[in-house]
């Protein structure tokens, strides 16, 4: 069983940065990848980046490349997003995702364990 918890949403002016922190909780730490997504209401989720094992590689949406970046502690215990140039197109609520087949997909159907969220709420 994998549990996630994020943290570190709020709300922000445009322009300000933010930085969500998904902590892994894993019985036995294993080859996987993460991702993070968002969902803005009325919206299907949609793929924000991920980060697969060993931080061999690292995908991005165009929506938020060369704004955002995922990054990793040495222990794989926690996964960051560092959200930078903030829009109030970035509102949503942001979840991390587990994908033990460590492909780091884009679709949410590869993800097997989900956190609950967090709100980023960006003003104009």
């Known amino acids: 069983q994998v549990q996630l918890k994020e943290s570190g949403g709020g709300l922000v002016r445009a322009g300000a940065s933010l930085r969500l922190s998904c902590v892994i909780d894993?019985?036995?730490?294993?080859?996987?990848?993460m991702g993070w997504f968002r969902q803005a209401p009325g919206k299907d989720r949609e793929f924000v980046g991920a980060?697969?094992?060993?931080?061999?590689?690292?995908y991005y949406a165009d929506t938020v490349r060369g704004r955002f970046s995922i990054s990793r502690d040495d222990a794989w215990t926690t996964v960051y997003l560092q959200m930078n140039s903030l829009k109030p197109e970035d509102t949503a609520v942001y979840y991390c995702?587990?994908?033990?087949?460590?492909?780091?997909?884009?679709?949410?159907?590869?993800?097997?364990?989900w956190g609950q969220g967090t709100q980023v709420t960006v003003s104009s």
């Open positions: 995702a587990y994908d033990p087949q460590n492909i780091g997909s884009s679709s949410p159907r590869q993800y097997a364990y």
């Open positions: 980060i697969t094992w060993g931080n061999r590689y690292i």
């Open positions: 894993v019985h036995t730490l294993s080859t996987s990848a």
